[in-house]
């Protein structure tokens, strides 16, 4: 069955430091894997995705993950954080395989707060 | 483009009511969509799946005479909560996928509040 952990339910950092946010994977078959943002009482906004091709994939903000099969791992970085970062980042996971049903199984979350 | 809306983004209702949620997608054919709740400070849990023309697919757990989810057009479905409790108070949220997804990205709305007193 595919999961995904992210490690840090909390993440403070200040303003233009670095941003890492972790998420680990578990699945029987090569996922596609996904970041989104979400911004209070709103809905969730695609970062980026992972779909088999380039390993380092960028997203948008300035955001990028790195897709790391051997360590089934997706961490989701960003050089320099601003003060429009802070939100809760969801990691999530597909099965890579076609059919109607194919369901997103998401993470618990990352609150991520910038410090100015 | 691949916009979705939900409407209303916020409804208050007596307890007994029935509430209707509308998932649109607004510049694509959404042959799937799902729905989701989620409670403060956690993650989205998946209630159903819809295609369109055909019945829901619900997760275990989920009362389907309850959450009645129609999905009659392809850029339209809708989630109705029977029978509103207070413990039905949450934050719904639909996604909806194109036909042609390879990757099965979604598409998420922005959210509806729904308060039970």
């Known amino acids: 069955a595919q999961s995904v952990t992210q490690l840090g339910s909390h993440v403070s950092v200040s303003e233009g430091a670095l941003v890492l946010l972790r998420c680990n994977y578990s699945?029987?078959?090569?996922?596609?894997l996904f970041w989104y943002v979400q911004y209070p009482n709103q809905g969730l906004q695609l970062l980026l995705k992972?779909?088999?091709?380039?390993?380092l994939v960028k997203g948008i903000n300035g955001f990028e993950a790195e897709f790391k099969k051997s360590e089934t791992s997706f961490h989701l970085t960003k050089p320099s954080a601003h003060m429009s970062d802070a939100a809760e980042y969801f990691c999530a996971v597909s099965e890579n395989y076609g059919g109607a049903t194919n369901k997103l199984i998401f993470g618990t979350g990352t609150l991520l707060a910038v410090q100015p | 483009g691949a916009v979705v809306s939900q409407h209303p983004s916020r409804v208050i209702c007596k307890s007994g009511t029935s509430v209707k949620i509308e998932c649109r997608s607004l510049d694509f054919q959404a042959t799937t969509m799902f729905w989701y709740r989620q409670f403060p400070k956690q993650s989205l849990m998946l209630m159903a799946t819809s295609n369109e023309g055909s019945k829901a697919t619900y997760e275990q757990g989920v009362e389907k005479d309850k959450f009645l989810i129609n999905h009659a057009s392809l850029t339209l479905s809708t989630l109705t909560v029977t029978s509103a409790h207070p413990e039905d108070s949450s934050f719904y949220i639909c996604s909806a996928r194109t036909a042609g997804s390879r990757y099965n990205e979604q598409f998420f709305g922005p959210g509806t509040r729904l308060t039970v007193l």
């Open positions: 992972y779909t088999s091709a380039a390993t």
């Open positions: 699945s029987s078959v090569p996922p596609y």
